[in-house]
C-alpha cells in the first residue's frame, strides 16, 4: 500500500528522525513510572507536549518520509500523495508493517477512498487522537478495520454508540444498525436496534425510515418495547414502506400480519379497509386477522378468551404514548422529597372495555431505603440508633390501582416507565423500566442514578422527565377444544 522511495540506506536515514522522535518518548514514559521509593529528590521531566508538537509537524510536513500513500477517489481521477513514515503506520496496526502497510512490495500502488478519511487515520497514527463526525465514522471503522487499527476501531465504535442520538439531515442510525449487522459487532448493533425501539416515533417521520431493511423492519415489528403513539401510527409508517419499497408479495404479507389488529379502534380498522390501497391489494394475507380483531372487540375479553389464545403478542399492547394508556409526570427538583400523582387509564383495548377507566395512584420517593438499611437499635449501646446517609437510599416509584373491581378478572397491569434524557440537544427515552405483573414497582427503578447533582444525565433543567404506561394484559381462563 505504501509506496517506499530511495535505496535502502536513504530510507535508514529518514528512519532516524521518526525513531528518535519515538525513542524520546518512550525514555520520558519510562521515567515517570519509575519508582523512587520516596526519595523527596526525585523529579519528573516531561517533554511529551514537545514530542507530540514534533509529530504534528512529520504529519504536517512529511519531513524525513520513508514511504508515499497515494490515494485516490471517485470525485477525482487525480490522487492524493500523502508523506509517511512506516514506523509510525506499523506501531498501532497488529501484525507486521509489510503484512498490513505493503511496504516495499507495494510501491507504486494506488489506494481508493476519500482523502479526508485517509488524514483522520493518519493522524490518529501519528498523533493518537481525532475529531471525526457523523457521516465518517463508517468509512473510519471501515479503514481501521482494514488496517487493524484496534484502538481507532474501538474509539469509532464507541462513538456511534454514543452518538445515536445526534441529529443529522438524512438520519444515521439505520445506517449505522446495517453497518453493525455486515461487520459482526453485536454491541452496536443491539444499541442501535434498542434506540430504534425506544424512539420509533421520532424515526417513522425521517428520511431514514425508507432505508429500513425488510430483516429490520420484521425485527422491529416482532418487540413489544416499541415506544410510539399507537398501533395506527405504526400501520401508516409500515404502509408507507411498503409503497416505496414494493416488496415482493410473501415479504409484504409477512410484514402486514405483524401489525397487532386488535390495538386498532374498529372505527379506525373500518376506515383502513375502506382506504388503504396496501391493505386491499393484501386484503387476503391478513383477512382472517382483521376478522378476530372485530370479534375481539365486539365480545367480552372474559367470553373472547374462551375461544382465543389472548397470551400472544397479537393481544399485547406495545407502549404507546396514547392518553388512553398512561401518562406524563415532569417532576421537578426530585432529590427534595417525596411526591404523589395519579391518573387514568381505560381499562384494556377491547372495545368492550374501552369505556371503563382505572384510576392509578403514584409515588416518587428520591431516598427511599431497603430494610437492610434502615435504623435499628444497636444492642452495643442501649438505645443508640446506627447512622444512615441520605447517599444511601435510592429512587424507589410504586404504582397502584386506586379501586379494585370484578372487571378485572381475566385482566393483569404491566407497567412501563419511560425516562427521557436530552442527549446532543434532543429530549429522547434512553431508559425504560418494566414492572412484572405481580408488582407494583422496578426492583431497579433509577438505581444508577446520581438525582443529588444538576448534572445528571438523568435530568432536564434539574426535572426528571417520567411517562407511565399501562399495559392491560388479558389471559385465557378457560381452554376450549376446538
Known sequence: MARLTGT???????????????????????????????????????????????????LQ?????DSVLRVRSAASDEPKVFHTH?????????????????????????????????????RYLYCGGVSILLHQAIPMHQL????????????????????????????????????????????????????????????LGSAEWGSVSVELLLLLLERSDLVLHSELELYTAVESWLSRRQPETPVAERVLRAIRYPMIAPSQLFRLQAQSAVLARHRGAVQDLLFQAFQFHAASPLHFAKYFDVNCSMFLPRNYLAPSWGSQWVITNPARDDRSTSFQTQLGPSSHDAGKRVTWNVLFSPRWLPVSLRPVYSDSVAGA????????????????????????????????????????????????????QSSDEAADFLAHADLQKRTSEYLIDNSLHLHIIIKPVYHSLIKVKK
Open 8 to 58: 535502502r540506506p536513504v530510507a535508514t536515514r529518514r528512519w532516524g528522525s521518526a525513531a528518535a522522535f519515538l525513542l524520546l518518548l518512550f525514555t520520558v514514559q519510562a521515567a515517570q513510572k519509575a519508582d523512587f521509593s520516596g526519595d523527596s529528590t526525585a523529579a519528573t521531566i516531561n517533554h511529551s507536549l514537545t514530542l507530540l508538537q514534533r509529530l504534528q509537524e512529520l
Open 61 to 65: 510536513n512529511g519531513n524525513g518520509s
Open 86 to 122: 512506516q514506523l509510525l503506520l506499523s506501531l498501532q496496526s497488529e501484525g507486521t508493517p509489510g503484512c498490513v502497510w505493503g511496504q516495499r512490495r507495494a510501491a507504486g500502488r494506488v489506494w481508493w477512498g476519500s482523502g479526508g478519511i485517509w488524514h483522520i487515520l493518519r
Open 144 to 203: 481501521a478495520s482494514k488496517y487493524r487499527v484496534w484502538g481507532l476501531q474501538r474509539g469509532v465504535a464507541e462513538y456511534m454508540r454514543t452518538h445515536l442520538a445526534s441529529e443529522s439531515s438524512q438520519g444515521h442510525v439505520v445506517g449505522w444498525y446495517h453497518y453493525a449487522v455486515r461487520v459482526g459487532d453485536a454491541a452496536l448493533q443491539e444499541s442501535c436496534l434498542q434506540f430504534l425501539a425506544w424512539n420509533l416515533s421520532a424515526v
Open 385 to 436: 440508633i446506627q447512622p444512615v446517609r441520605i447517599e444511601d437510599g435510592r429512587p424507589r416509584l410504586v404504582i397502584t390501582p386506586a379501586m379494585s373491581s370484578p372487571d378485572f378478572a381475566g385482566v393483569s397491569f404491566q407497567k412501563t416507565v419511560l425516562v427521557g434524557v436530552r442527549q446532543q440537544g434532543r429530549v429522547l427515552v434512553k431508559h425504560a423500566y418494566s414492572f412484572h
